[in-house]
């Protein structure tokens, strides 16, 4: 085969090895695959550790299986620290212990111990979990040989955090700083003193010089020093002398604590359930502290651990499995007396007979009396089922907790509180195989005891009736003084029921008593406000107004305010229909099931309703088809309501104006609605059987509706003058862009200040922007200011709306272009009246329908009244039209004048 051929599988498998390494290195927290190796030589390799990519936690849990030796040695990462085996339960791993030592003819040696910052330490401090605070290693410093100093070295400082001397003399003369001195050769101090959290340290052992140790028993020059470390724990006293005097290390180990480090607490780490290392159910999660930590907040990571009565990893799913001690049913054979102290399960002697190791007792046998023992040391005196172990401390021990069911625990205390497991009810139920409340009658009740350690568990009691041992199967049994206790009970409840019922009724009777006082009152109450207000709304006025007027089929109806808010379900705020500078208008339906509009104005001066009274009676005699038609008013409040016809389908301004894509109104939809709002304008104006000036003509103010039919609305701001009368002096009042030049300068407010408002509502028709309007650049631009100059420049077309260009004619945008100038003269006197604006848009609809050879409908009388005007009107609206085009206006005052005018 040629090289060739080899060489294009040969880079798809190194790249694939690549793929798969980063992969695996950013997906660190993946389970073991599958085929990873399970052991080295004889050793278990348990997870978190693994050999290899994709085996392993984190790489700080790379281990190295060297093949150099027969067994293999297991190595940690691919240092020289062999691993002996691992405990899963207290999170330790066992390695050879490490040593130094000095020949007779040796005067200093030391050894590094260099752990890479790896989450492993030899001395490190507590580990607190809900259910035990305890050390997790026992790792001392031992020296054996004559006249020696062992320091403990700070790699990274050269600083001492650690000494040990012996001297072989009948006096000590060294002037040494010593954490331990012995006089025949030995010495040794516990690595928890030794308070570093550096992982990079060394020791250093050293001879005592001979002016030192002048009279030294032994001589320098002929002993062998050694100095080591080691597992108290986990090594015998004969295992240590068999290292001592032969160098054999078989039983002797030392231990590394390991920690996980991706979180600083439990608490943080269960808030990413992706990356929490304790994976099994059954497990549970403890701190760990630093050996120098001095506040309990000083934490480093946690560890994991499987929960009491079970077994095996708690870092992987289903890892932790039920103990092979676990017992949840006695055996028969079991002993239940030790002396006079009654064993009741789950305590028990002997395995098969306690529900696990934690409730395990000893009987000795050879006291007199026998005396039952909790721990080896701690002599029972009681055993309560009801969760309280009661015994004597022997005054030469402390007592203190490994993992274990017991909650709490004071210094020189005779009693603990136990607990059956570290669950709550609803938790432990769901396990039926551990489940602890065995007997049919039993319940299960949680658990809160402090001490010194605070925990949540659960404990088991038989139900009322029962008194017995809840623990085991028919162990509650019928409590014969309970039927007893029942009657006595019964008649304790019957008398507390009698006297219960009656104080309730009495209270009950008065409580109904003050409610129903309170309603008539707060009814009656009402009542009177509303009267009150319906008198100073001059209510009785405008009746009498509505019933002596002629117009007996257009009578407008005064409503109650019962009505109203039943129509609005009390004004909710779901049925706004809008808000405004005049106030808010409401969707309402009547008792007849007509929806109307129930406009709530803001509150106005007593002074001015009068005026209102007038306008309701004037308003209630318009009648128009383009104009919203007043039904009616609520005077029962302080602020009168107004009752107008629904129209559904919005403004004429939420037409035009589209947030996003472009206006569906059509061309001829807005020269029909532009002519249907001007005759309802020319209406108000000359029309109605009393001047009616709109005052705030916008976009926003036409409704549309189901059929795009223009219903002009909003008359809060309306004024009314007599016939006699072209103008009147009033407070200045509009909406910016809209608003005439000529009424902000005099406040004399004209129909002429209308005729000026429509000629916005023209342009905004023509060019569908808005008064104010900003570019795509985000310029603010003003239409009216930007209208006449394109029009001078020839470059009106820029401005017209793309849809009005496509669909309308150039002598129909020149004429309207024309219009809107005269309509938007600065002098009101220069602008035509809303009947001559009606009669050209009528014109302009009526030669385009001409064209397109489509009727104008009948039927409006109005509009036929208006196309048959005289022709002298006509003509002097077309001249005064044509004249436009020579004329120039200085629109910039008007500008100015709009936008210093806040609305």
């Not at 978190?48 to 990462?77: H, K, M, Q, W």
């Not at 009656?524 to 089929?553: P, S, V, W």
């Amino acid at each position: 085969m040629k090289f060739t051929d080899l060489l294009l599988p040969l880079t798809i498998l190194l790249i694939s090895m690549e793929s798969f390494t980063s992969w695996a290195t950013e997906n660190e927290n993946i389970f073991p695959l599958s085929n990873c190796s399970k052991t080295c030589g004889d050793i278990k390799i348990e997870y978190p550790f693994g050999i290899g990519v994709g085996c392993y936690r984190t790489v700080e849990f790379n281990l190295t299986c060297a093949y150099d030796s027969d067994p293999p040695r297991l190595l940690l990462g691919n240092d020289t620290i062999q691993v002996r085996n691992f405990n899963m339960e207290k999170g330790l791993v066992y390695i050879e212990p490490p040593y130094v030592t000095l020949n007779a003819d040796a005067y200093m040696n030391s050894t590094s111990i260099d752990l890479k910052n790896l989450p492993l330490s030899f001395n490190l401090g507590l580990m607190y979990s809900r259910t035990s605070i305890e050390l997790m290693s026992f790792n001392n410093l031992y020296v054996a040989g004559c006249n020696a100093t062992a320091n403990i070295l700070d790699v990274s400082t050269n600083g001492i955090i650690g000494v040990c001397s012996t001297i072989c003399s009948s006096r000590n003369t060294s002037t040494t700083k010593q954490i331990f001195m012995s006089d025949n050769g030995y010495c040794g101090f516990d690595m928890f003193d030794v308070k570093t959290n550096k992982n990079s340290w060394a020791i250093q052992l050293t001879r005592l010089n001979e002016t030192e140790n002048e009279n030294s028993m032994i001589s320098n020059n002929t002993s062998s020093i050694i100095a080591l470390i080691y597992d108290e724990e986990s090594s015998s006293h004969d295992d240590l002398q068999k290292f001592i005097n032969n160098r054999n290390k078989t039983g002797l180990t030392a231990t590394l604590a390991w920690y996980i480090n991706d979180y600083p607490t439990c608490k943080e780490a269960r808030k990413r359930s992706d990356t929490y290392a304790c994976r099994s159910h059954r497990s549970e999660c403890s701190d760990v502290f630093p050996e120098d930590s001095l506040y309990w907040n000083e934490t480093i990571g946690y560890n994991c651990r499987c929960s009491l009565d079970y077994d095996g990893n708690p870092y992987l799913p289903d890892g932790c499995k039920l103990g092979k001690n676990f017992t949840s049913t006695p055996a028969k054979d079991c002993q239940t007396k030790c002396g006079n102290i009654t064993i009741s399960f789950p305590f028990g002697l002997k395995k098969g007979c306690y529900r696990g190791e934690g409730f395990a007792l000893t009987c000795n046998e050879t006291s007199h009396p026998p005396t039952l023992l909790f721990g080896d040391y701690y002599v029972v005196s009681k055993i309560s089922l009801q969760g309280k172990l009661e015994f004597n401390i022997p005054s030469y021990f402390d007592f203190s907790f490994r993992q274990s069911y017991f909650t709490s625990s004071k210094e020189n205390m005779i009693s603990i509180n136990w607990v059956i497991d570290y669950q709550s009810c609803n938790d432990a139920e769901k396990d039926a195989t551990t489940f602890a409340c065995m007997d049919a009658h039993s319940i299960c009740v949680n658990v809160n005891d402090t001490g010194n350690i605070q925990d949540m568990g659960y404990r088991c009691n038989c139900s009322d009736g029962y008194i017995g041992n809840p623990y085991l199967q028919d162990g509650c049994k019928e409590d014969p003084q309970y039927e007893a206790y029942l009657v006595s009970r019964k008649k304790t409840l019957l008398l507390g029921v009698l006297l219960g019922a009656s104080i309730g009724i009495g209270f009950l009777l008065l409580c109904i008593t003050w409610v129903i006082l309170r309603r008539k009152w707060k009814s009656r109450n009402q009542k009177k406000i509303r009267q009150r207000n319906f008198h100073e709304n001059h209510g009785l006025l405008l009746q009498q107004i509505i019933f002596t007027t002629d117009y007996a089929d257009e009578k407008i109806n005064i409503f109650s305010l019962e009505e109203m808010e039943k129509a609005t379900n009390n004004f909710d705020e779901t049925r706004v229909l809008g808000k405004g500078g005049h106030g808010t208008v409401y969707k309402g339906i009547l008792s007849d099931q007509r929806i109307v509009a129930i406009k709530k104005s803001k509150i106005v001066r007593k002074s001015e309703i009068d005026q209102f009274i007038n306008e309701v009676a004037i308003l209630s005699q318009i009648s128009h088809r383009n104009i919203v038609k007043l039904l009616g008013c609520c005077l029962e409040t302080d602020v009168p309501l107004l009752i107008y016809e629904f129209v559904s389908n919005g403004t004429l301004s939420d037409h035009l104006h589209i947030l996003q894509g472009e206006s569906k109104l059509s061309w001829d939809d807005r020269l029909r609605i532009a002519t249907e709002s001007a005759g309802a304008l020319a209406y108000l104006h000359s029309a109605a059987s009393i001047s009616i000036f709109h005052r705030d003509v916008k976009s926003s103010n036409i409704l549309l509706d189901d059929t795009f039919r223009a219903k002009v609305s909003d008359f809060g701001a309306s004024r009314f003058i007599p016939l006699n009368q072209t103008h009147i002096v009033t407070a200045i009042h509009g909406t910016f862009g809209y608003l005439d030049p000529e009424y902000y300068q005099t406040s004399q407010l004209t129909e002429k200040s209308d005729v000026y408002s429509f000629g916005v509502i023209l342009l905004e028709i023509l060019t569908g922007k808005k008064p104010a309007y900003s570019t795509k650049s985000g310029l603010p631009q003003n239409l009216t200011m930007n209208f006449l100059p394109a029009t001078r420049e020839n470059m009106l077309y820029d401005l017209v709306e793309d849809r009005v260009l496509q669909e309308g004619t150039e002598h129909e945008i020149l004429e309207i272009s024309n219009l809107i100038k005269i309509c938007l003269s600065l002098k009101g006197a220069e602008r035509p009246t809303m009947k001559e604006v009606e009669y050209k848009l009528q014109d302009i609809r009526k030669a385009r329908m001409k064209k397109k050879k489509v009727c104008i409908p009948e039927g409006n009388e109005e509009t036929e009244r208006l196309l048959t005007m005289s022709s002298y009107s006509s003509s002097e609206l077309m001249d005064q039209i044509n004249q436009e085009n020579s004329r120039n206006y200085s629109f910039e005052k008007e500008v100015m004048w709009s936008q210093n005018y806040p609305r």
